[in-house]
Structure formats: C-alpha cells, structure tokens
C-alpha cells in the first residue's frame, strides 16, 4: 500500500481503489485464519497436544497480520477524510455518503460497486471465521470437561466439583485441582 498521506480528496477513484485493496487482503488474509482454524479444529479432535503448541503461534501471527492491515486501512480512511475536512464517522456509510455528496463520475461509480463487493465478501469471511472460532471454543470447552470427569474418576471423588468456567458458580470449600485439597 502507498503512503496514507498520499491521498487527497480530490481522487476518489484512486482512493476506493486502494480501499478496495484493503477489502480484498483483509479477506485474503481472513481465509488464511480460517484455514488455520479449521487444521486447529483436526487438531483438536485428534488430541495432538504438541501439534497444537505448533499451530497456536501461526495463528497468533495471521490474527496479527490481520490487526496490522486493519490498523493500516484505518489509517489510510481517516488520513483521506481528514484531507477532506470530513469530521463525521470514519466508516463505509460515511465513505458513501462522502462519495454521494460530491457528485460520482461512472468511474467512481463502478470503484465504490468493486468497493461494495469486497466488503460483502470480506463480512461473509469474518463471519466463517466468527464460526470456526467459536466451533473451536466448544470443543476446547468439551476437552476440558472431559479432562474434569477423567480426573475426578481417577482420584474417587464422586462428588460434582466445582469448575472454573464462566458457566460454574463459585463453589463452597477448595475444588479437587487446588493445591490445599
């Protein structure tokens, strides 16, 4: 991407392009994530704790590459609405409004329709990714639980322990897995 402080208000094509071009490697990089999750998902269900250990970094680097471009289209929109004196919402609305306002050459035009395309596409592979992570989440939960029964079986205790989950209520008296029990 060029520098954010290139564009001006008066090149709206040239700006809906390199926005589009954010969408487009956004998405790009989202479908990465989502392969990912999905090889994280394999592992998850085959038990492979060391390939797991290996997976997680790969995906903390694809969910930061995808922190990094988002914070550069960020900026790249606000530099350009800055340049244009625009003080409202820095967001798709308000680039089409902005856009509208100004009067659209057929150019134009057709740059905010590729604009809209990749946008569309780019909710529809936040919305996969959204998914899998949670997918993700509730095997990672099962394993857990699974992991509780097992140990709770292997040292005889019959009672329902207290978990540390979101969905557990704090507990009366130390749970089988602190250290005082």
């Known amino acids: 991407m060029s520098d954010i402080h290139e564009n001006t208000c008066d090149s709206k094509f040239e700006f809906l392009q390199k926005v589009t071009e954010f969408l487009y490697e956004l998405t790009e990089a989202n479908r990465k994530l989502l392969n990912g999750l999905k090889a994280y998902q394999d592992l998850l269900i085959e038990g492979d704790n060391a390939d797991l250990e290996r997976a997680t970094p790969r995906l903390d680097r694809l969910t930061g590459e995808i922190r990094c471009l988002d914070e550069e289209r960020r900026a790249f929109v606000d530099a350009y609405f800055l340049n244009c004196g625009w003080d409202g919402p820095r967001n798709f609305s308000a680039i089409r409004e902005k856009i509208r306002q100004s009067g659209v050459t057929d150019e134009e035009a057709a740059a905010f329709e590729r604009a809209s395309r990749a946008r569309a596409m780019l909710i529809e592979a936040l919305s996969e990714v959204d998914a899998q992570n949670s997918l993700n989440i509730t095997l990672i939960g099962q394993g857990l639980s699974f ?31 602190d250290a005082t029990a």
């Open 147 to 177: 992991a509780e029964v097992s140990l709770r079986a292997l040292l005889g205790c019959n009672e329902k322990q207290v978990g540390y989950g979101p969905d557990d209520e704090t507990g009366e008296g130390p749970s089988f897995l």
